[in-house]
């Protein structure tokens, strides 16, 4: 007899009604009260992550910055020495990277210049002169020096008596993850971790 098993006292049809019964019962899937659950596990995994992860990028983007300024520092004293003649890292004046007009403050959150300073006046006097430059830092660092610029001589030193300090530190700044770098008289660049406020 063709059709639908269900029609029909045949044991055609009592096996097919048995099978989608013993189907229903062995069904697996998720419930809503299972689903639940995971999400709460997911958002909390989220909760206690997210700002974890925060604190990891802010750290990075500190360390970042202070190596940006010794990298920069570091390539004027070996210029200096290298070309024996003096070589100055100076704030700049804006933050495009297209201006070579160099800060006459102590504001260097707009970036820095490295150039040849033959003369020593703290000037770019040739567009030669200019060895490298750097845009402002990522983010909104807060850079605080009392110096507008440092020079290093012929011999690696620096061409003023005492230690220049910057001290960096990121909007929104909490723990240890402010920077300080210090330039000594004989041009040594150190770096230690400050708190922030």
Known sequence: MAGNPEEGDGVKGMNYKEDMKKKRQNQTGVTI????VTLAVMVLLLAVGIPMFSSITANN????Q??????AMN????EAVKRATPVTIRSKSSSSMADTGTGTSANWANGWIVFTDANSD????NA????RIWGAPDGTPTITTTVAFIRFTEGGSRDTAGSATFTL?????TGQLGRIVTVN???????QKTSCP
């Open 185 to 191: 008289t004989v041009g040594q660049i150190s770096v």
């Open 66 to 71: 202070a190596n940006s300024l010794i990298t």
């Open 128 to 131: 030669s002169d200019v060895i």
């Open 33 to 36: 009260v299972e689903l639940m």
């Open 61 to 64: 983007r500190a360390a970042a």
């Open 169 to 173: 530190k990121q909007a929104n700044c």
């Open 122 to 125: 703290g000037a770019i006097n």
């Open 75 to 78: 390539l004027a004293r070996s």
